[in-house]
Nanobody, 117 residues
Framework: QVQLVESGGGLVQPGGSLRLSCAGS??????????WGWYRRAPGKQRELVAT???????NYADSVKGRFTISKDNAKNTVYLQMNSLKPEDTAVYYC?????????WGQGTQVTVSS
């Protein structure tokens, strides 16, 4: 059974930084090089893509975070990271980790990020 556990969320002032981590466990991680992604849901809004990284390491970012956020992964640790710099109040949301292979898709429980002075 696949499990994704996020960590690293919290309260930060505008302009600050946070680093989110998501560790995956389960048989699939030992068999496949999974794809990864970070998504977020702000209060009153739909969930939106933040960043993705393919099994080959190609990355994709939402326009709103380009140049500020960086997604990376450590295949040996089955972990994906999201380095968030120059945070803005509009980045406040619950951030969800996603991982998958082929048609299989898995989600973490989410971690709250609040950007406020």
């Amino acid at each position: 059974q696949v499990q994704l556990v996020e960590s690293g969320g919290g309260l930060v002032q505008p302009g600050g930084s946070l680093r989110l981590s998501c560790a995956g466990s389960g048989l699939l991680f030992s068999l496949y090089n999974m794809r990864w992604g970070w998504y977020r849901r702000a209060p009153g809004k739909q969930r939106e893509l933040v960043a993705t990284i393919t099994s080959g390491g190609s990355t994709n970012y939402a326009d709103s975070v380009k140049g500020r956020f960086t997604i990376s992964k450590d295949n040996a640790k089955n972990t994906v990271y999201l380095q968030m710099n120059s945070l803005k109040p509009e980045d406040t949301a619950v951030y969800y980790c996603n991982s998958g292979i082929h048609s299989l898709d898995y989600w973490g429980q989410g971690t709250q990020v609040t950007v406020s002075s």
